[in-house]
């Protein structure tokens, strides 16, 4: 899982297979639960900035077309070297 939008795709997906009853609710429960964990992990981050009266981009919070204007914002095509996009794939 690259960003918060994968993760919310991958938790939609969960919901559906538990909802077709796919996946036990158990499964489902441990999923959910590294998810917030995911998320509080990000939240802490954005905290921790905004106390310092930061603002850093945080990759994981941003989205496939958000990386994509920083590129066009900057002048870079994607997929070149330097492109953002292309940095997160690397990763």
């Known amino acids: 899982m690259k960003n918060a939008e994968e993760l ?3 938790l939609a997906q969960t919901f559906a297979q538990l909802k077709a009853g796919e996946i036990k609710p158990s499964e489902a429960a441990e999923l959910a ?3 917030g964990k995911m998320i509080g992990s990000a939240k802490v981050q954005v905290e921790y900035y905004a ?3 930061e603002s850093p981009r945080i990759e994981w919070l941003e989205s496939s077309n958000a990386l994509a204007q920083a590129d066009a914002a900057c002048g ?3 997929g070149a070297m330097g ?3 292309n940095l997160r794939r690397k990763k």
Do not use: D, G, T
């Open 8 to 10: 919310r795709a991958e």
């Open 33 to 35: 639960n590294l998810a």
């Open 51 to 53: 106390l310092r009266k």
């Open 76 to 78: 870079v095509s994607p």
């Open 83 to 85: 492109s953002a996009a």
